[in-house]
């Protein structure tokens, strides 16, 4: 394995940034991570799945640890259940289909997302009506400090809507290597009444109910009638999350803004949705210079060639200060600013 110095990550980040790595290094086993960490204690350290959750804004001044582990295994199953096993350098979107392929169900509402396998528990991705917590049986991940690898179960990672321990009290201690999945083999659950689903499988002449591979293909269809593709159009798919706010502080804006939609959370919590307030602030399609707003989706901020990661970081602060100014409603960033 070789350390290779001011490497460029232009091909590593799905915006597209023109930004290097001081030194970097890509892993295909667990033994070849635990050596790597070993090796290189003390070293400042910045772990890369799929780079699709990231905007780099500056070069990378750390050792560029790429998580390349591939596999996918069935660990346990019987006529009804299996248990999938997907080594953290898997491509989401293909071991999603593998999935599909195989007649495996349960994550066919997270079709098209970008990134890899390992990522998706830091994030607790989800879409469509679905979230990984609602489908992780356990992920391994390795301590940073010691290349020991400790069993999480989907009660110990403290998920929450895009947070995990991960990314709370654990962040930058471990490095996820696998993750297993519970999916069914019979009596799917199909999950259609989120967001076009619906009017996607009927457009399609879809029979209902449908198939597990007919769900995945019509969200599919969505993803890629509203989103752009980042080998095209440099992005990070949704850029902000959906605000949760108190019920006290919907009330207030909702006064002022009779239209707005809304979804309960709980008692005393109301999600908002992020894509309707930068709308309704006039950035949807907006262009500055070559960092915009995607003209289809207004969660998404995009790259159109020559955008710095500063460009795209200061178009987003604008937009947060223009929807507290107009809603007074703060709105978070899901990508993480580097």
Known sequence: MEI?????????????????????????????????????????????????????????????????????????????????????????????????????????????????????????????????????????????????????????????YRESIFKGRLKDQYIITSVTFGLTKANHVINTSYGDIAAELTKQNVTLPPTIKEVGDAITAIRQSKLPDPNVLGNSGSFFKNPIITTEEFEKAYLQHPQMPHYTVDDTHIKVPAGWLIEQCGFKGKRFGDAGVHEKQALVLVNYGNATGQDLLELSKNIQETVYETFGIKIEAEVNVI
């Open 4 to 160: 290779l110095t001011q490497y460029p990550l232009k091909k590593h980040n799905t915006f597209g940034m023109n930004a290097f790595a001081k030194e970097f290094i890509s892993v295909t086993s667990t033994n070849e991570l635990a050596e790597v960490l070993r090796e290189n204690q003390g070293k400042k350290l910045f772990i890369l799945g799929g780079g699709s959750n990231m905007l780099l804004t500056q070069d990378v001044d750390a050792l560029v640890i790429q998580v390349g582990l591939k596999g996918i295994d069935a660990v346990w199953q019987n006529d009804e259940k299996v248990h999938i096993k997907a080594m953290a350098g898997e491509n989401w979107h293909e071991f999603v289909q593998y999935c599909i392929e195989h007649n495996f169900g349960g994550i066919e509402n997270l079709s098209l997302i970008p990134g890899n396998v390992g990522t998706t528990p830091i994030q607790n991705i989800g879409a469509y009506g679905t979230e990984i917590k609602d489908v992780m049986i356990s992920c391994e991940a390795m301590e940073i400090t010691t290349g020991q690898i400790t069993t999480f179960t989907t009660s110990d990672c403290e998920f929450g």
